[in-house]
């Protein structure tokens, strides 16, 4: 079966630095995203992934390793409005997205 | 942003109700989709139209209904809902829906079936 695992929570503190991890299994794969998603806000599109490395946009990086099966999301210089749910996707070979449950994560002062 | 629209943003329905969700996309987009999301779940695929074609159906039971009547503009007819359908019903869109484009979404419908 196809299958994204991702932390349910996490806490950091404001300033700091969070890595949010993404592994999945999935029938074939056309690329991996991460969306952000304020309580009660729609889903926004934060970054893709298709090729091996590190993409940076800001204070948000996306790491890939396809060989690992292996994503994540690096959030530097954390800020209170970065609280929000972090949700990992992957496009498998039908073009459909498979959907990690979300990370949660909470920033303290 | 107002690129995918929902309405209403909230729903509070009996059993027995027959209500509908719209969904309206201002992103020149040709496919929409819409899914349930349950707290702590993740999102779950119920339906995509593409040019107004239905492609996608993943064993949705009929209580629910889609209508795609142009490529902007897409329902979800609801009726005798049962209390596990409670969810967030969220609308997006994507350029197309057979090759690697980003989904924009809506901000959701909040449903409770009582």
């Known amino acids: 079966g196809q299958n994204i695992d991702q932390p349910t929570e996490m806490t950091a503190t404001e300033g700091a630095i969070v890595q949010i991890n993404c592994t999945y299994q999935?029938?074939?794969?056309?690329?991996l995203f991460w969306y952000q998603q304020h309580a009660g806000e729609a889903p926004t599109f934060l970054s893709y992934?298709?090729l091996d490395g590190l993409e940076e946009k800001g204070r948000f990086s996306s790491f890939l390793s396809r060989s690992k099966g292996y994503s994540y999301l690096l959030l530097k210089e954390l800020q209170m409005k970065d609280s929000a749910s972090y949700l990992c996707?992957?496009?498998?070979?039908?073009?459909?997205?498979?959907w990690g449950a979300g990370t949660k994560l909470i920033i303290k002062p | 942003e107002t690129g995918v629209t929902q309405t209403p943003r909230h729903l509070v329905m009996g059993m027995t109700n027959k209500k509908s969700l719209k969904c309206e996309q201002h992103?020149?987009?040709?496919?929409m989709y819409w899914y349930k999301q349950s707290a702590k779940k993740p999102l779950e695929l119920m339906f995509v139209?593409?040019?107004?074609?239905?492609?996608e159906n993943n064993s949705v039971p009929s209580r629910f209904s889609p209508e795609c009547p142009n490529s902007s503009h897409l329902f979800l007819h609801l009726h005798t809902l049962q209390p596990e359908d409670s969810a967030l019903y969220l609308c997006?869109?994507?350029?197309?829906?057979?090759?690697?484009?980003?989904?924009?979404f809506g901000p959701g419908t909040r449903l409770t079936v009582l």
């Open positions: 997006a869109s994507s350029q197309t829906s057979g090759s690697v484009d980003t989904q924009y």
């Open positions: 992103l020149g987009h040709n496919a």
């Open positions: 139209y593409s040019l107004e074609e239905r492609v």
């Open positions: 999935t029938s074939g794969f056309n690329g």
């Open positions: 992934n298709v």
């Open positions: 996707a992957v496009m498998d070979s039908n073009y459909q997205l498979i």
